[in-house]
Structure formats: structure tokens, C-alpha cells
């Protein structure tokens, strides 16, 4: 069972499987949502401190998933850990959780890559709007572009997950240089003084205190810190240099690096100019940043970089994502878990109804653009935590009931880490669905994720009701078919 299944030297190589956690990781947010997490915590240091401990905290769910997935090296990540520890229900409810995840980040990312392009290229948004919804100005040009690249999304993935593995590579080295110059230009322009005041109370976000302003920011923590798990998804796609050793150090290096980042990402663009004014800037705030703080050539190259870096982080995010989710649905339909469509496959062995179907979420963002941002944030932010609760739960069951599964590498030697990760998640839960917390969740993103509940059931009912119930044992084998 512990095995990997790999595809030679054609696959994904330890690198590639860092590029796609980091890039899934860091391509979501720094540059159009950083001025954000400043007013929604009501200053900076609450932001860097949501984001140090929120790293800290999923460091043990990291080792979680590192010692489920050296253990079962197969696509399906918590869903197949749910299955070997508890059976079909638990099975589903984390496998549909964690493909909402997902799926969420795929209208994000494309909202934000729409209105990136429209700044660099304003011919997008050009002339009369085709209507408004919620606000937001929705253009012919930007709808035809977001449409033009989920389509090229959806034949890059059908062709095949190491290539668009490959593609991410080349995407977050690209993220890393434009980040480093950043990085350095913002410093240059270091003054703590602007980060004073420590904490201000904003209003419309409902805390009074430092403490509420910084539990807003760390239930929103784990939408930006998720994009490790994609790595278990991609793990059957794995070359021939690919130790299951391997697989839990990555995914720890890729979490520690990606809060590292966000953190030096932060720092050095809330020192560069005072906070209470950076919240005030359009976004990509950081591209305005520098406008400001920089004067001639330097200002317009820098202005390029950041939107460029923005661009290639969005689209590593979104490539990352939509592996991730294809492959989860088509282990789902391999599985008997979702309707058989999922399961079919191309010539490329690549799950063409799953890719579809990621495709057409993606249509969300350049439909309704940004007024559906904030409840997708949320949304996908507890169902990222609740599949890692899964995950954690898996793992400690299986420790104690399954001593002689095999396991490359442990999360610890005792439950200590596996109980943190539980606490940790389950923590990160309760501040999400309770409406006195000041990380509440808000109710339009709840009715998202109820909606997104029953259609899970509707879906499963579909699959045990046309034929597709099977018995555990062949359901066992259909899961973990790649590596027997």
C-alpha cells in the first residue's frame, strides 16, 4: 500500500511537487487582497500574527497528510484517508467538502485574473458595460477572455496532469523573482513608523478589540495557506525519483515557505507606506504602491512587475486548483462515491468529465465577478479546515486501529501532533460557524455551503440509486486500484 505509482521519468518530480503546493499556495491573494487583511484586522500587526501562528497551526495537519499519503499514494487525498479509517460516509463528506475547496478557488482566481488584465489592458473594459450585478461592471472583452481561458485550462488538464505540473513549475519560479524584487523594493522604503497604530477599530468589520480583529484574519488564514493538499491529489502521477520518505517533508517545507512569504510580503508593504492609507488604494494595492513610493522608470517597472507576479501567482493558483479538483471528482466517480461520468477518462488517462465540470465552475468569476469574492473566501476557507479535520480524525483513527498499515514517515511517534492538528481544526471551525464569533463565516456564505451539502447528497443519492453501489470490498479496490 505504499507504493507509489509512477509515471517514469515523465512525471512529477519532487520539485514539481513542491512548485504545485507553493504556487497553489502563494498564487492566492498577496498582491489584491493585502490591503484588505490590513481593514479587515484593523491593522498590521494582527495580520502578521494570523498569519505566523495560522502557519504554525497547520504545520501538524501537514504532517498529517504527509503520513496518510506516504501510507496511500493514491488521488483522493482525504477521501481515500476517510475511507480506510471510517467507510463510505465519512468518504464522501470529505472528498465533497475538499473539491468545494477547490472549486471555489476557480472562480476567485479568474475574477481577480480578469481584472488584473483589464488594468493592463483597459481595451477589456472598454465601453458599456453588458450589465451590473451586485455592483460589479461585467464587460464583453473580460467575459470573452475568462471564457477563452477556462477553455485552454480544460484542453492543457485533458492532455494531461504532468504537463500542466510542468507548467506550474515554470509559473512559480516566474512568481518567486517578480516576489523577491518586491520584496526588496518595498524594504527599501521601510518606515515602522507606519505601522502604527498597532490596531484601529473598524466598524463595518465587526470587532472592537486587537483580539477580534485578529480572529478575522486566522479563520481566513487557511484560504491562503491551503494548496499543500493538492499535492496527495497529484501523487499517482509521481516519476521514478519519488521516495513516500519525501512526500510529508515537502508538504511541511511547502506550508513553512509559503507563511514565510506571506509574512515577508506583508512586512514589506505596510512598512513602505503607512497602513491606514494603504487600505485606501484600489487593488491591486501593490501595484499603486509603488506608483506612489516610487518615482520615474523605477515606479513603472515595478508596477509591471507586481501585475505580472500578480498574474502568474493567480494563474499558478488557478492551475493548481483545477488539478487538484479533477483528479479528487475523478477518484470520487472511480470510487463509486459521485455518478460514474466522473470516472471516464481520454486517450491521456485524464478524467475529462471532472475537468468539465471544474470548467464550468470556473464560468462563476467572469459571470458575476467580484460581488461573489467574499463569500467564496469564506466558503472555501471552512471547507478547506473541515477536510483537514477529516483528514487529522484518519489519521489518529487509523494509528490506533491499523498498527500495521505501513507508514513511510509518522506525524510524531505519539498522537501528540495528530491531536494538535484536531484541536487546531476544530478550533478554526467553531470560529467560523458561530455568528457571535468575530470569524463568523456570514450567512450568504453559509447558504453557499448548504447549498453546496444538499447537492452533495443529491449527487450521492444518484450514484448508490443507478447502480453504482458497490460492495466495500470492491469500493476498496476501485480506491486504491493505482497502487495494488
Known amino acids: 500500500m505504499n507504493n507509489i505509482s509512477k509515471k517514469g521519468s515523465s512525471g512529477l518530480s519532487a520539485i514539481d511537487f513542491f512548485m504545485l503546493g507553493f504556487g497553489s499556495m502563494i498564487g492566492v491573494g498577496w498582491t489584491v487582497s493585502l490591503n484588505d487583511w490590513f481593514y479587515t484586522a484593523g491593522g498590521v500587526l494582527g495580520t502578521v500574527l494570523a ?31 476517510a475511507y480506510r479509517a471510517e467507510g463510505s460516509r465519512l468518504s464522501f463528506l470529505g472528498g465533497w467538502l475538499t473539491s468545494l475547496a477547490y472549486i471555489v478557488l476557480l472562480p476567485w482566481e479568474m475574477i481577480y485574473i480578469n481584472h488584473i488584465l483589464g488594468l493592463l489592458f483597459p481595451f477589456f473594459t472598454k465601453g458599456t458595460p453588458l450589465y451590473v450585478i451586485f455592483g460589479f461592471e461585467v464587460y464583453l472583452g473580460s467575459l470573452i477572455f475568462g471564457i477563452a481561458l477556462t477553455f485552454a485550462m480544460i484542453l492543457l488538464n485533458v492532455k494531461g496532469t504532468a504537463l500542466a505540473g510542468k507548467m506550474q513549475t515554470k509559473l512559480t519560479i516566474g512568481i518567486l523573482v517578480a516576489a ?15 505601522l502604527k497604530p498597532i490596531y484601529m477599530p473598524i466598524e463595518s468589520q465587526g470587532h472592537k478589540t486587537f483580539f477580534g480583529g485578529f480572529i478575522s484574519i ?27 520518505k519525501k512526500i510529508p517533508k515537502i508538504i511541511v517545507f511547502t506550508i513553512a515557505a509559503a507563511g514565510l512569504f506571506y509574512i515577508l510580503i506583508i512586512l514589506s508593504a505596510a512598512t513602505a507606506v ?16 509603488f506608483s506612489w513610493v516610487y518615482d520615474g522608470a523605477l515606479s513603472k517597472f515595478l508596477y509591471y512587475v507586481v501585475m ?28 463509486k462515491l459521485l455518478p460514474d461520468a466522473f470516472s471516464i477518462t481520454t486517450i491521456h488517462g485524464t478524467p475529462v468529465v471532472a475537468i468539465l465540470f471544474c470548467g464550468l465552475a470556473t464560468l462563476i468569476g467572469p459571470f458575476f465577478g467580484t460581488s461573489v469574492i467574499a463569500p467564496l473566501t469564506n466558503v472555501g ?20 486501529f491499523e498498527g500495521t498499515l505501513k507508514r513511510p514517515i509518522k506525524a510524531g511517534e505519539d498522537y501528540t501532533v495528530i491531536l494538535i492538528s484536531i484541536a487546531v481544526s476544530s478550533l478554526l471551525v467553531i470560529l467560523s460557524i458561530i455568528p457571535s464569533s468575530p470569524g463568523f463565516m456570514t ?3 453559509l447558504g453557499i455551503f448548504i447549498v453546496w451539502l444538499i447537492l452533495g447528497v443529491i449527487f450521492y443519492k444518484i450514484s448508490q440509486n443507478r447502480g453504482e453501489q458497490v460492495s466495500e470490498i470492491e469500493r476498496f479496490e476501485l480506491m486504491f486500484e493505482k497502487d495494488e
Open 51 to 81: 498569519f505566523l501562528i495560522g502557519t504554525l497551526m497547520v504545520i501538524p495537519i501537514g504532517l498529517c497528510y504527509g503520513e496518510m499519503t506516504g501510507s496511500m499514494p493514491v488521488s483522493g487525498g482525504t477521501m481515500a484517508f
Open 180 to 194: 523577491l524584487i518586491i520584496i526588496f523594493f518595498g524594504f527599501m522604503k521601510a518606515n515602522p513608523d507606519n
Open 218 to 244: 486566522l479563520v481566513i488564514v487557511p484560504f491562503f495557506l491551503a494548496g499543500f493538499d493538492a499535492i496527495p491529489q497529484a501523487i499517482e502521477d509521481a516519476n521514478d525519483d519519488i521516495d513516500p
Open 274 to 289: 503607512h497602513w491606514t492609507d494603504f487600505v485606501q488604494l484600489e487593488s491591486p494595492a501593490l501595484a499603486f504602491l
Open 308 to 335: 505580472i507576479g500578480a498574474l502568474g501567482g493567480l494563474l499558478s493558483t488557478y492551475n493548481g486548483m483545477f488539478i487538484a479538483a479533477s483528479k479528487l471528482l475523478y477518484s470520487m466517480g472511480r470510487s
Open 381 to 400: 476557507s471552512l471547507s478547506f479546515v473541515l477536510g483537514w479535520l477529516i483528514t487529522s480524525y484518519s489519521t489518529l483513527k487509523l494509528r490506533r
Open 443 to 445: 450567512y450568504p456564505s
